[in-house]
């Protein structure tokens, strides 16, 4: 089983910069794709970044230019750099990977982080 923690979040002022940070653990697992999401309270989770084993990424339309996600391999992380933040922007930031094992394929899972709050205030 796959195993994910977040950090990073915390306060920012519009324009602004945070960096989310996502460590992954286990054991004998391939990733498929590592991802970022949110959520404001009341509304539906979001996609806000999508990072493909191949390297491939997206973005939703109001991460586009703002946003990069990344990967580092030496600290098994999967990253979130948020730049030019907005009050808008204020949610629970979630980390999600679907990944696959020996035992287990073809099949897949997908497990989520437990969450860090970005709050974007003057």
């Known amino acids: 089983q796959v195993h994910l923690v977040e950090s990073g979040g915390g306060p920012a002022q519009p324009g602004g910069s945070l960096r989310l940070s996502c460590k992954i653990s286990?054991?004998?697992?391939?990733?498929?794709?590592m991802a970022w999401s949110r959520q404001i309270p009341g509304k539906e989770r979001e996609l806000v970044a999508h990072?493909?084993?191949?390297?491939?990424?997206t973005y939703s339309e109001p991460a586009k230019g703002r946003f990069i996600i990344s990967r580092d391999y030496r600290k098994s992380t999967v990253d979130l750099q948020m730049n030019s933040l907005k009050p808008e922007d204020t949610a629970v930031y979630y980390c999600s990977v679907q990944y696959t094992t020996p035992t287990m394929a073809p099949n897949r899972l997908v497990s989520w982080g437990q969450g860090t709050q970005v709050t974007v205030s003057v």
């Open positions: 286990g054991e004998n697992f391939a990733l498929i794709y």
């Open positions: 990072l493909s084993s191949s390297g491939s990424t």
